[in-house]
């Protein structure tokens, strides 16, 4: 019989849920809930869920599951054309939902392929070229593959766009706007977003038709599994406080491993993880200037336990799929109150308790109220008590003077700050092509530079092109 709570009960072929199975799930996730019976009717969908709620098996199963009656185990690539395409932000969210996709696929012909930049294209290219259903890409290489009539979007039935707020954010509208145009009209459109700005209203407006709205989680809301520490202390100590942490905060007050600290500059990314190093712990860093495979080397001995700590920048470990991370430190108060949660979503998921610690100084104060006040709670602010101050390194002294390009490129900032105003929009009924001005309060949470006037119009111009 099929219960509600287990995976039987969404009418998934049994290929499917023995791939579940296998995978060790056992319980739908809120997002899944709610998402897999709305995907199989054939809706478009606008959901609001962050990556680390299983938002992806969310759409990919009920996708797998539209496209099985046209799997063929015939070797010809004409049998074996672009069904579903998935849109993602950064490589290394194109490359975690393309290994799931695999695994879920893995019983079944379909094929799943994986493409994006900053890698030989050869491979990808000879994949595309066999023949494959599911697609998953970022926008940019996806269109030098299309130019190269590597493969063809003539027959997508479903396309996804997934971490849509993050995709505007780095100015991939163009881009998109040109793959949407080159799918047929119908279709099935699929859209997620952990946030949702006047961008966003009008990308779905333009983009989903009629769409059934999907919310898990309160949006800027902290999960209740997370406890959340913040210790103000001088500059100079944080290194100090930063070892301390780690030598007395792990189980039984002993050493932490697999621990992910944030920093906010890539220079500093570099420089902690070299102290860390001299310290003794097996320490590495994850930032912009580090090629794909230097990361994916990073993320890969993270998650074997070989590396104690990964220091990372929030451009670098966007997108990271690092689930059972038990605590996420702070290094530095993130620039934008919204890095925050994106942050320490990387602790507590699946119902796992987390913890995430906060190292501030007096200058942060005004960052960490703006996080206070997106997140609608009160910190405690706790002194730490630093037994052995460590004296900064010579060579890149942290009281100096910062070159503004050691901070991480964020495509975003030349784009518009990514800091999203907190509105009611879930709490509305959705109105198509309705994103009236003066809708939205006032941002909780700006950021110093405040968004450029012209952005709307910029925005509705680029649009234009994809109006179904
Ligand atoms: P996602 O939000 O899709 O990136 O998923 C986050 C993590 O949760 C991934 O590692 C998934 O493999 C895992 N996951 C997804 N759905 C389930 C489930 N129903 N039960 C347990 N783990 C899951």
Redesign the pocket.
């Known amino acids: 019989m099929s219960d509600p709570k287990d ?1 039987t009960h969404f009418g998934l072929d049994p290929l499917i849920l023995s791939a ?1 199975t296998e ?7 809120p ?2 809930a709610k998402a897999i019976p709305v995907v199989m009717k054939g809706l478009d969908v606008m959901g609001a ?10 759409f990919a199963l009920p996708i797998i599951q539209k496209l099985l009656p046209h799997a063929s185990a015939s070797m010809s690539p004409a049998r074996h054309p672009v069904r579903a395409l998935i849109l993602a932000p950064t490589r290394e969210l194109a490359d ?2 393309a290994d ?1 996709v695999k695994k879920y696929v893995a019983k079944t012909p379909l094929r799943c392929a994986v493409v994006y930049g900053g890698v030989d294209m050869d491979p990808q290219t000879a994949a595309l070229r066999s023949g494959v259903e599911i697609l998953v890409a970022t926008p940019g290489r996806l269109l030098d593959h299309l130019q190269q009539k590597n493969t063809s979007l003539s027959q997508v039935q479903i396309v996804v766009l997934d971490e849509a707020d993050r995709m505007l954010d780095m100015g991939f509208l163009p881009d998109i706007s040109r793959i949407l145009n080159l799918l047929p009209k119908e279709r099935q459109s699929l859209m997620f977003s952990a946030t949702f700005s006047e961008e966003i209203k009008k990308l779905a407006a333009n983009f989903l038709h009629d769409p059934q709205l999907i919310e898990v989680a309160r949006r800027n809301a902290i999960a209740d599994n997370m406890t959340q520490e913040v210790f103000k202390l001088h500059e100079s100590e944080k290194v100090a406080a930063l070892l301390e942490l780690l030598s007395t905060r792990g189980p039984d007050g002993g050493r932490l491993t697999q621990v992910l600290v944030f920093v906010n500059a890539k220079i500093e990314c570099r420089r902690l993880a070299r102290q860390l190093q001299k310290a003794g712990i097996n320490a590495d860093a994850i930032h912009g200037d580090k090629t794909q495979d230097e990361r994916m080397k990073a993320l890969e001995g993270f998650k074997t336990d070989t590396i104690e700590v990964l220091v990372a920048t929030d451009v670098a470990a966007r997108g990271l ?1 690092i ?1 059972e991370l038990p605590v996420v430190i702070n290094y530095d108060v993130p620039f934008a109150a919204e890095d925050y949660i994106h942050r320490i979503g990387r602790t507590g ?2 119902g796992m308790s987390g913890l995430t610690i906060m190292l501030m100084t007096g200058s942060e104060e005004r960052a960490v109220a703006a996080i206070e006040k997106l997140t609608k709670q009160k910190f405690e602010i706790r002194t730490f008590d630093v037994k052995q101050p460590t004296r900064p390194e010579r060579s890149e002294h942290r009281d100096r003077p910062v070159r503004r390009d050691a901070f991480e490129r964020r495509p975003e900032r030349a784009y518009g700050p990514p800091a999203q105003p907190i509105d009611d929009f879930f709490s509305k009924p959705y109105e198509p092509g309705a994103a009236p001005a003066g809708a939205v309060p006032a941002p909780a949470a700006q950021p110093a530079s405040a968004p450029g006037k012209e952005k709307p119009a910029r925005v509705a111009a680029l649009l234009s092109g994809i109006k179904r």
């Open positions: 995976f579940i995978m060790g799930y056992a319980t739908p996730t997002i899944q869920a962050q990556t680390g709620t299983g938002k992806t098996a969310g975690q939902t799931n799929d689930v998921r699946a």
